[in-house]
């Protein structure tokens, strides 16, 4: 089960990051969003994970990355906000999932 919490968090962390220019929008704002989103998320990541266990810290995690990805794939262009807003869940889900990951293993 480690493994594959590893490598699912490991893949999406370092793929959203990898073709964060890609994205549509403004990649200044993107790249700002992004990096806000991973530090709340590193910082609230200890306090998730002791308050509510593991399962349901992961669950949480991986299902707010998913929302904001499949989100991030449906938005028009246009909506450069509203896309941002959309990157800014799916890194934070990821990021939160990987600093769980690093804290659980022995």
Request: aromatic share 18%; glycine share 6%; net charge neutral.
């Amino acid at each position: 089960m480690m493994i594959m919490l590893w490598s699912v968090s490991s893949l999406d962390y370092y793929l959203i990051s990898f073709l964060l220019k890609y994205v549509p929008g403004n990649i200044y704002m993107n790249t700002f969003v992004s990096t806000s989103s991973e530090i709340v998320a590193t910082m609230l990541a200890g306090f998730v994970y002791e308050l509510f266990g593991s399962k349901v810290a992961f669950c949480l995690s991986f299902s707010v990355s998913a929302i904001g990805g499949f989100l991030i794939a449906l938005t028009s262009a246009e909506n450069t906000y509203l896309i941002a807003f959309f990157v800014l869940l799916a890194k934070f889900g990821i990021s939160f999932a990987f600093t769980m990951v690093y804290m659980i293993t022995p």
